[in-house]
T-cell receptor
Framework: KAGVTQTPRYLIKTRGQQVTLSCSPISGHRSVSWYQQTPGQGLQFLFEYFSETQRNKGNFPGRFSGRQFSNSRSEMNVSTLELGDSALYLC?????????????FGSGTQLSVL | AQKVTQAQTEISVVEKEDVTLDCVYETRDTTYYLFWYKQPPSGELVFLIRRNSFDEQNEISGRYSWNFQKSTSSFNFTITASQVVDSAVYFCALSEETTSGTYKYIFGTGTRLKVLA
């Protein structure tokens, strides 16, 4: 069974640009959540989607948005990039409708904003 | 406020030593779940264990063991006879119910473990 796939693996952008990251969950998983990982801050929760609906949202500005498609694939978009957005963005999927189940993570997209 | 604290930023040990990674959490809820994940250099976090708030039994899995103590709000992780392959960043996490009836994860800042040969 294929794991969680995130593309691209690395991305370099400049301030003011926008970026879209993609996540394909494990087959059959309907919940997809996104996290931002920066040194010293650990993993910060961005949002979670379940059956194409955003179910939970973290404390990030509106520049961060996401969506989920009918096949459970998810995309995350960051508009008007800032230097502080440089981070590893991790996607995680889970099988059950309740997110106290264990998460399966992708290898992440390393975003560098110059 | 809900919070997970991993006070140890980085630990270095020599192979075969035992090492304990600390995790302290804060929550208002009586029902919650605690997790440990391992992040090797490849980047993806790997699930290690889940424990619910009503199950304070300690668990052992091979060289790994977990000590859950509600009285001190701690969920510590011990690796016995560490190996170089244990080198990774380890995250403790808390999952608790939101006002909408779903669950949300809160992660600690992680502990980087370096096991030297």
């Amino acid at each position: 069974k294929a794991g969680v796939t995130q593309t691209p693996r690395y991305l370099i952008k400049t301030r003011g640009q926008q970026v879209t990251l993609s996540c394909s969950p494990i087959s059959g998983h309907r919940s997809v959540s996104w996290y931002q990982q920066t040194p010293g801050q650990g993993l910060q929760f961005l949002f979670e989607y379940f059956s194409e609906t955003q179910r939970n949202k973290g404390n990030f500005p509106g520049r961060f948005s996401g969506r989920q498609f009918s096949n459970s694939r998810s995309e995350m978009n960051v508009s008007t990039l800032e230097l502080g957005d440089s981070a590893l963005y991790l996607c995680a999927s889970s099988l059950a409708s309740r997110t106290n189940e264990k998460l399966f993570f992708g290898s992440g997209t390393q975003l560098s904003v110059l | 406020a809900q919070k997970v604290t991993q006070a140890q930023t980085e630990i270095s040990v020599v192979e075969k030593e035992d090492v304990t990674l600390d995790c302290v959490y804060e929550t208002r809820d009586t029902t919650y779940y605690l997790f440990w994940y391992k992040q090797p250099p490849s980047g993806e976090l790997v699930f290690l264990i889940r424990r619910n708030s009503f199950d304070e039994q300690n668990e052992i899995s091979g060289r790994y063991s977990w000590n859950f103590q509600k009285s001190t709000s701690s969920f510590n992780f011990t690796i016995t006879a560490s190996q170089v392959v244990d080198s990774a960043v380890y995250f403790c996490a808390l999952s608790e119910e939101t006002t909408s009836g779903t669950y949300k994860y809160i992660f600690g800042t992680g502990t980087r473990l370096k096991v030297l040969a």
